[in-house]
């Protein structure tokens, strides 16, 4: 069949709106009808062609929400007419790391998605007889996408897709980092670094499981008054303080140091920032924020003997199938807050604009409705 899908036909180019063709779902595939995605910093990273993972043509997206509307043979977690969240994350509940219970990271399928292709290691796309790639498993920037049906998460059906397809990625990543990563508890106090898409969602994940003081860190001001709004209680900006004083400012803040600390930046420099402000004995760093390629952290290792840990989060540690439809249900629940990360939306046309907002820091998440 066809389906509309935004293109990138090479990096650093825009995207351009094509019809391609879409192959339907094989053995174990479910053919899923996207009805919003968001645009994240994570598909303008592979569109720059900085991404060394990152395959040209293809359809990027990996944020939305749909329904399935076809099964291939053998499918049996879902149905046609589900309401569903693409995964890039899958979770085929068989493999060791799924097995283990220790990590959310999946390998069932993690060989082909790296290369942009489905588990038969074939693309479902393809425009004038050349193929084109598949993007972190999802390719939810094609109003038609097909999808192995472990990584599909069935949602309840009054949850409106524009709000959640921002849990695909984003709002997960942050509130899952929290309460199954770090399993920040009640009383905690809590140091945010970089106060985006994903910051904002720690800060609420935070706020939901009690944390008592949630700082915040950014050399933005501007982005204070909205993290103010999602639960941080106090602001540090490292040029007002000193951009070597944060770590002091955080310990004084917080009566020896952090509990818990999140880099949500993507930066070397402020995830040693973020370890070295944890409490002496116990405090425990996260590093959300995804660095250059090449690039390596840093610390004095007298820092780990003294008992801070450091450690890192993917997609929040969350489960797929099994934890993302819980935070559908926090959302309706009035739990967590998205609508006020979604600050545009636009058709499928317009969907280079959303990038546009994105580069010039206008936008939290721009979520594009098909
Ligand atoms: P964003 O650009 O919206 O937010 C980053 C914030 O950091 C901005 O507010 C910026 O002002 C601030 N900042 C930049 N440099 C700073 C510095 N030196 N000190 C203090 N503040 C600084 O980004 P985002 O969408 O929130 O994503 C954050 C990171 O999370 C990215 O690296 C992204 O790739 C990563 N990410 C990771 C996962 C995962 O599963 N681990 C998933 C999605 C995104
Ligand atoms: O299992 O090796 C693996 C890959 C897991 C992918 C996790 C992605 C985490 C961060 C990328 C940003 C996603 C938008
Ligand atoms: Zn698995």
Not at 206 to 231: C, H, Q, S, W, Y
Request: proline share 4%; net charge negative; charged share 20%.
């Amino acid at each position: 069949m066809k389906t509309r899908a935004a293109v990138a036909w090479e990096a650093n180019k825009p995207l351009t709106i094509e019809t391609i063709e879409i192959g339907g779902p094989k053995a174990g595939e479910v053919l899923v009808e996207n009805k919003a995605t968001g645009i994240c910093h994570t598909d303008a990273y592979t569109l720059s062609g900085l991404d060394s993972e990152g395959k040209f043509p293809a359809v990027l997206g990996h944020e939305g929400a749909g329904i399935v509307r076809e099964v291939g043979p053998g499918v049996t977690s879902v149905k046609v007419g589900d309401h569903v969240i693409p995964l890039y994350t899958p979770e085929c509940r068989q493999c060791k790391s799924c097995l283990s219970q220790r990590t959310n990271l999946c390998t069932a399928i993690r060989a082909t998605q790296g290369q942009g292709l489905m588990p038969d290691g074939t693309s479902r796309f393809s425009c004038d007889g050349g193929e084109i790639f598949h993007y972190m498993g999802c390719s939810t920037f094609s109003n038609f996408t097909v999808l192995p049906e472990i990584a599909v998460a069935k949602v309840r059906e009054d949850a409106p897709f524009d709000k959640i397809c921002y849990i695909g990625c984003g709002v997960t990543t942050g509130i899952g980092a929290v309460v199954y990563t770090a399993k920040v508890w009640p009383g905690a106090n809590v140091v945010v670094f970089g106060l985006g898409g994903i910051g904002l969602n720690v800060i609420q994940g935070a706020r939901m499981v009690g944390a008592d003081k949630i700082i915040g860190v950014d050399l933005n001001p501007a982005k204070a008054e909205m993290a103010k709004k999602f639960g941080m209680t106090d602001f540090v900006n490292p040029d007002a303080v000193g951009r070597d004083k944060v770590v002091q400012a955080i310990v004084d803040l917080t009566g020896g140091g952090a509990d818990f600390s999140f880099e949500c930046i993507g930066n070397v420099h402020t995830m040693r920032q973020a370890l070295e402000c944890c409490h002496r004995g116990w405090g425990t760093s996260i590093i959300i924020g995804v660095a250059p390629s090449g690039t390596e952290i840093a610390t004095r290792p007298f820092q780990l003997v003294t008992g801070r840990n450091w450690r890192g989060s993917a997609f929040g540690g969350a489960r797929g199938r099994t934890d993302v439809p819980k935070i559908v249900d926090w959302y309706m629940e009035g739990k967590i807050n998205i609508d006020d990360l979604i600050t545009h939306t636009m058709p499928l046309e317009d969907i280079n604009q959303g990038f546009d907002l994105m580069h010039e820091g206008k936008s939290i998440r721009s979520v594009v409705i098909y």
